[in-house]
């Protein structure tokens, strides 16, 4: 059954790719998704790729399933494809989006490792949900690198994505704010090691006193220095500007700010904080397949109906007789997203008022659970029967994936290396070093003195 078309997907080929921002995000292939992914990211990832002003682009993070699930990886490649199968069951579109597998896209592991670089351990270590981890979760060695890495790879996949001149959006629930935050301070870092520069006119005689400022104000030159290299000061100012951060660092500078520049190598993402309804599980708990307690979006009726006649209620409701509070059921959470406006009313007050019990509120939120479930079902029953065709779209969306991260990737190793600025040097005509050397500065508590 195909999706109705959004009326702003129409407009979305007149909008310049260039004024466009880039969505990514992406889940772990861990089998078939259920109600709680679908409210709690597929619902929002349809809306995004159907407005204009977005390019998105959503993965299947199968690098991600071996930091924790290494020891077996005999279910990871039937897994994506449930994912995948699910993704466009649920409405998202290969014309409108781009959906790819990570292991498919090999640029990502090269930015991994060059970001895990200019990563300081530390930062690992403090991230809060590692350390949940180690202490709650039983069954699995999580003590290796890869799980330790987790952040630095999920900011390699976001940033893969993003351009200097567009905005890089993660849709995001408060929860999660955190793993953006970190990956944007690895990008800081590595930008400044790879983005900033210091002019070579700092270092001649004329602005022998601009230099003199500026040392003085760089803590980790000492007085005593006695470098005889413009590259060590170099050094120390990238490294002063690592540690309080460049728009700090031009502050402090003040006027002689203009001796430094800093370009974004990589795109800071940005935070799109998404509403999420509330989805308990059947039992009340957050819906998880750890629990055993969701609804899968190719859950059949007598499945549905089954689990949720065993759904828990208001516990104040020993009795049919006895009043309830919906707001605190599972159930009347689930009335929310799947029954009409007069349906709500009657569960609520019927509720409250004991006027029905907890068999009549489930089987009325059963159907109308069955009846939104249906078209999704049912798209995904005809993408069942032609699995192939679920691999072409991913290997199609792959390999334009693949597109944008090896121009990502271009940019990244020439500002890492400098290999085209060197065979350019190397190829062209043959000149004096422009290494610049240092004396002395003079007068009291002289520091050195740089010139070309």
Known sequence: MPLPEDPRATAAASVPASRKKRVLSGMRPTGRLHIGHYFGALRNWVKLQNDPQYECFFFIADWHALTSDYADTSGTAQNAIEITTDYLASGLDPQKSTIFL?????????LYLLLSMVTPLSWLERVPTYKEALENVKGKDLRTYGFLGYPVLQTSDIVMYGEPSQELLVPVGE???SHVELSREIVRRFNVFYGFETKDELFQSHNEAALRRIVARVSSLSDDAHEEFAPVFRQSFKNFSDEIGFVNFQKKMGDDARFFSYAERLR???????????????DGRKMSKSYNNFILLSESDDSIDAKTKAMVTDPARKRRTDPGNPDVCPVY????????????????QGCRTAAIGCIECKKAMSDNLIRWIAPIRERRR???????RVLELLDEGSKRAQNVSRETMSRVREAVFGWQKKRTEVAGPASES???????????????RVRT
């Open 102 to 110: 990570q292991s498919l896209v090999p640029e990502h592991a090269e």
């Open 175 to 177: 929860d999660q704010k």
């Open 268 to 282: 800071e993402p940005e935070v799109m904080l998404t509403e999420t309804p509330r989805i308990p599980g059947t």
């Open 333 to 348: 959470d689930w009335h929310k997203l799947f029954s009409p406006p007069d349906i709500l009313t009657w569960s609520a």
């Open 382 to 388: 005809d993408y069942e029967k032609n699995p192939g």
């Open 434 to 448: 422009s290494t610049p050397r240092a004396e002395g500065l003079k007068g009291p508590g002289a520091r050195p």
